[in-house]
């Protein structure tokens, strides 16, 4: 595990920036070093007038979370804005954002679930690993996945980080992301069943790729799943979905996870998987629906 030392806390702590157009305190790290993935981006957002402990939600495609200028498609969740109006109205406690910055070229190749993906034959591995970008001549991946690195990262280097610098209650972890980061939170919460209470995954890309027919990796991944039963019963799980543009291929496969979920007799405060008509892949739909699964996520269970 990665040493941080007193020096290089005080440097990356320097690095706060504090804007006017944000609702709540945010304090960016502009290249957080790791022994297991590239240096990236990190924010830690929390409510204006809060001391902790915190809760920590871990929210994948950080640059796409708080401010438009920051994102490729001039959207963006508005994370800030909710939370700061549901701390305001007493709806949730102290709790704090670590929202980590994709590198765009490694996003696919840190957020595809690894196991599942080293579950798949060799034909359909390389098949992946030459996939071009919509639209695009790129890979889709630059190398094999490696989300047991990234997730080391985040669980080995960054909350103990966290542990050290800020007053948090580590019985309260939590984590989100859309699409690919909605995978790489399903894929925590079964590697790490022990550290996280709760994942919301949000318009999960299942396909892996972009389409469904002749697709062996959404099997790939209920396999997976199927036999972590004992791990998912640990946590809270919330999904959700909506039926436009990307996320028309999603029903098929999301009601193939929500049935299996029903099997194990989850309790209702433990596992919500919703549907939202009309709703296309992309932040304005996230943005609509992130209060819903904060508040699924962190409130005590009934």
Same mark, same amino acid.
């Given at each position: 595990?990665?040493?941080?030392?007193?020096?290089?806390?005080?440097?990356?702590?320097?690095?706060?920036?504090?804007?006017?157009?944000?609702?709540?305190?945010?304090?960016?790290?502009?290249?957080?070093?790791?022994?297991?993935?590239?240096?990236?981006?990190?924010?830690? #957002?929390?409510?204006?007038?809060? +001391?902790?402990?915190?809760?920590? =939600?871990?929210?994948?495609?950080?640059?796409?979370?708080?401010?438009?200028?920051?994102?490729?498609?001039?959207?963006? #969740?508005?994370?800030?804005?909710?939370?700061?109006?549901?701390?305001?109205?007493?709806?949730?406690?102290?709790?704090? *954002?670590?929202?980590?910055?994709?590198?765009?070229?490694?996003?696919?190749?840190?957020?595809?679930?690894?196991?599942?993906?080293?579950?798949? &034959?060799?034909?359909?591995?390389?098949?992946?690993?030459?996939?071009?970008?919509?639209?695009?001549?790129?890979?889709?991946?630059?190398?094999?996945?490696?989300?047991?690195?990234?997730?080391?990262?985040?669980?080995?280097? =960054?909350?103990?980080?966290? %542990? @050290?610098?800020?007053?948090?209650?580590? %019985?309260?972890?939590?984590?989100?992301?859309?699409?690919?980061?909605?995978?790489?939170?399903?894929?925590?919460?079964?590697?790490?069943?022990?550290?996280?209470?709760?994942?919301?995954?949000?318009?999960?890309?299942?396909?892996?790729?972009?389409?469904?027919?002749?697709?062996?990796?959404?099997?790939?991944?209920? @396999?997976?799943?199927?036999?972590?039963?004992?791990?998912?019963?640990?946590?809270? #799980?919330?999904?959700?979905?909506?039926?436009?543009?990307?996320?028309? =291929?999603?029903?098929?496969?999301?009601?193939?996870? %929500?049935?299996?979920?029903? +099997? #194990?007799?989850?309790?209702?405060?433990?596992?919500? &998987?919703? *549907?939202?008509?009309?709703?296309?892949?992309?932040?304005?739909?996230?943005?609509?629906?992130?209060?819903?699964?904060?508040?699924?996520?962190?409130?005590?269970?009934?």
């Amino acid at each position: 595990m990665m040493k941080v030392s007193k020096y290089l806390i005080f440097t990356l702590l320097l690095s706060i920036e504090l804007s006017a157009q944000l609702a709540g305190q945010l304090q960016r790290i502009p290249n957080f070093p790791s022994e297991f993935i590239e240096a990236r981006r990190v924010d830690i #957002w929390t409510p204006e007038n809060s +001391s902790g402990p915190y809760k920590v =939600l871990f929210m994948h495609d950080g640059q796409m979370l708080f401010q438009r200028d920051s994102t490729w498609n001039g959207q963006e #969740w508005g994370v800030d804005e909710s939370l700061d109006s549901l701390y305001k109205n007493g709806h949730i406690e102290d709790i704090m *954002v670590v929202a980590i910055w994709n590198i765009y070229e490694h996003r696919h190749r840190n957020y595809f679930p690894q196991k599942p993906f080293e579950s798949l &034959s060799q034909n359909v591995q390389d098949s992946l690993l030459t996939l071009a970008r919509p639209g695009q001549e790129k890979d889709l991946y630059s190398a094999a996945p490696n989300s047991d690195d990234y997730l080391q990262f985040i669980f080995k280097e =960054l909350l103990p980080f966290l %542990d @050290e610098n800020y007053s948090i209650n580590k %019985d309260e972890l939590y984590m989100m992301g859309s699409s690919m980061g909605g995978l790489i939170s399903m894929y925590a919460a079964m590697e790490y069943s022990r550290k996280l209470k709760g994942v919301a995954c949000l318009s999960t890309h299942w396909p892996g790729v972009f389409e469904n027919e002749n697709n062996p990796i959404p099997d790939a991944f209920i @396999e997976y799943m199927s036999a972590h039963q004992r791990e998912a019963k640990r946590t809270k #799980w919330y999904f959700d979905r909506g039926d436009a543009t990307l996320d028309a =291929l999603y029903p098929k496969p999301q009601n193939r996870v %929500d049935s299996l979920y029903r +099997s #194990w007799n989850f309790e209702s405060a433990q596992f919500k &998987s919703m *549907v939202f008509p009309g709703d296309p892949h992309e932040e304005t739909a996230w943005r609509k629906r992130f209060p819903k699964a904060v508040l699924f996520l962190l409130k005590a269970d009934e």
